[in-house]
Structure formats: structure tokens, C-alpha cells
């Protein structure tokens, strides 16, 4: 059974840091496409920072709003994936949720990060 675990949320002043971690369980091979999503109250899920390896490269995409502030990741003996959060702003409040591609698509249960003063 595929698990997903996030951990690391919590509240934080604007201008402050955070770091997630994903921590999966439960494969039997390297997954080679992941990221970190966002979704807040009535709005779409979003994407916060993906990344996918293939045989020529390995790339790391990041949505425009956290662009030069995150920073994806990973320690493939441990099956984890991390996002550092930096310079936070109140607009990054939202449920963190990170997600692995590997034969099907597994989501973890998400982690609450709350920006404010």
C-alpha cells in the first residue's frame, strides 16, 4: 500500500520559513515524477513546485507565485520529498499536499501552513 505523509506545517509569521516534507512508504522502485500542490477554501488545488527525471534530465518547475522563495528537493534513499519555503506571505496560506506518480497517481493527505502575524 502506497502512503504519502506530510509533515512539517504549522503557523508562521510573514517573512518566515517552513520546510515539508513528503514521506513515502510503500514502493518497490524509484518514482520519477512528484511535487507539492496547494489548495485553499473554494479554490482550486494549485501547483506549487513539481519535478520530473527522465533519462536525458532531471527538471524542477515552479508556479509563479513562489518562483525565487521555494525550493523542491528530494532524498531518493529515503523516499522523501521536501519543500522549503521561504520569504512566506499571508497569500501562501493553504493546505500543502504533495503527490507521486509511480504506475498511478498517490496523494497524501496534505499539512496546514498558516501565514500571519
Known amino acids: 500500500q502506497v502512503q504519502l505523509v506530510e509533515s512539517g506545517g504549522g503557523l508562521v509569521q510573514p517573512g518566515g520559513s517552513l520546510r515539508l516534507s513528503c514521506a513515502v512508504s510503500?514502493?518497490?522502485?524509484?518514482?520519477?515524477?512528484g511535487g507539492w500542490y496547494r489548495q485553499t477554501p473554494g479554490k482550486q488545488r494549485e501547483l506549487v513546485a513539481t519535478?520530473?527525471?527522465?533519462?536525458?534530465?532531471?527538471?524542477?518547475h515552479y508556479g509563479d507565485s513562489v518562483r525565487g522563495r521555494f525550493t523542491l528537493s528530494r532524498d531518493t534513499a529515503k523516499n522523501t520529498i521536501y519543500l522549503q519555503m521561504n520569504n512566506l506571505k499571508s497569500d501562501d496560506t493553504a493546505v500543502y499536499y504533495c503527490?507521486?506518480?509511480?504506475?498511478?497517481?498517490?496523494w497524501g493527505q496534505g499539512t496546514q501552513v498558516t501565514v500571519s502575524s
Open positions: 519535478f520530473t527525471d527522465t533519462n536525458i534530465n532531471n527538471s524542477i
Open positions: 510503500g514502493i518497490t522502485s524509484s518514482f520519477t515524477v
Open positions: 503527490k507521486i506518480r509511480w504506475i498511478l497517481e498517490y
